[in-house]
């Protein structure tokens, strides 16, 4: 995987990176991931004072984070002009959060990413913000544009909770989407409610949780600060690389390379049988920004 560690200002003055950042918005929004390229860009954006001393996410610092992925994402100096890049004023906008009591979204990343959206021109009554009662909110309902935004943790029946994974309540069959390791979630991207809608997936890996026994299964012992957030236009890229580092972080804990116990397959299947998106970590280019301590990866 091409490795590069470089800061917003370096990455303007490269003009390759810019070039291949224009060559993501030729496409018609909601469609820029699926463009081809040679490489899916993921950006890994880290900032140790993105949470308080109560461990409570500050606002102003994920926005400057979310901030910080898309303009390289998209090429543009402005962020304001690259959440323009991917949103237009007449848009419907449904971010997708997650509600997992133990380690949420937050809304703090949620509200981050609602204030940039309406900076984008889209007015707040055509914003919504929802997880489990998506099917029955007007907004999602008649969406144009989505944002998946959900945070990375151990999963009892999939291995990990990811962001493909984070639709499957768009469905009204969830539990059909269980068997075999949670293996196919990746069909639902195609089901017309979502289909070709999806703008930036951000992987929340602000204090991730990379251990679990059992149903639900929440200890604080198996959760860290990682300080970091994920971004990309490809999910399955950006459920890849933050797959990578729950690994990493699982041998570093145990002191062996202990695999999930279900393995997180629907991943690479997402790639190999569904053609979503790449998990192959040679099709991805990785941008790491900020603190670079036990960055994992």
Request: net charge positive; with cysteine.
């Amino acid at each position: 995987m091409q490795k590069k560690v470089i800061t917003r200002r370096q990455f303007i003055q490269d003009t390759t990176l810019a070039a291949l950042g224009s060559s993501l918005i030729l496409g018609v929004p909601g469609k820029l991931w699926a463009q081809p390229q040679k490489k899916s860009m993921v950006i890994l954006v880290r900032n140790k004072e993105v949470l308080d001393n109560n461990g409570t996410p500050r606002e102003e610092v994920v926005r400057t984070m979310l901030d910080q992925a898309l303009t390289l994402l998209t090429g543009k100096k402005d962020p304001v002009d690259a959440w323009k890049t991917i949103l237009m004023p007449d848009d419907i906008v449904g971010i997708k959060t997650n509600v997992w009591q133990y380690i949420p979204t937050t809304a703090q990343v949620e509200q981050a990413l609602k204030k940039r959206v309406m900076d984008a021109g889209v007015k707040e009554s055509q914003i919504g913000i929802d997880d489990r009662g998506i099917r029955e909110n007007p907004i999602f309902q008649n969406a144009t544009a989505l944002i998946n935004a959900r945070p990375m943790r151990s999963h009892h029946w999939s291995g990990v909770g990811s962001l493909i994974k984070n639709y499957i309540m768009f469905v009204p069959d969830p539990y059909n989407y269980h068997g075999d390791s949670c293996a196919d979630p990746a069909t639902i991207w195609n089901k017309p409610i979502v289909k070709d809608k999806t703008r930036l997936n951000v992987l929340v890996m602000l204090t991730p949780q990379f251990h679990g026994v059992g149903p639900h299964s929440f200890s604080p012992k198996y959760v860290w600060k990682y300080y970091g957030l994920l971004a990309g236009f490809d999910p399955v890229a950006v459920d890849a690389t933050g797959l990578r580092i729950i690994q990493a972080k699982r041998r570093q804990f145990f002191g062996d390379d202990r695999p999930l116990n279900p393995p997180a397959k629907h991943i690479q299947l997402a790639d190999t049988r569904h053609h979503l998106g790449t998990a192959d970590p040679q099709k991805i280019e990785l941008i790491k920004l900020g603190f670079s301590e036990d960055i994992l990866i």
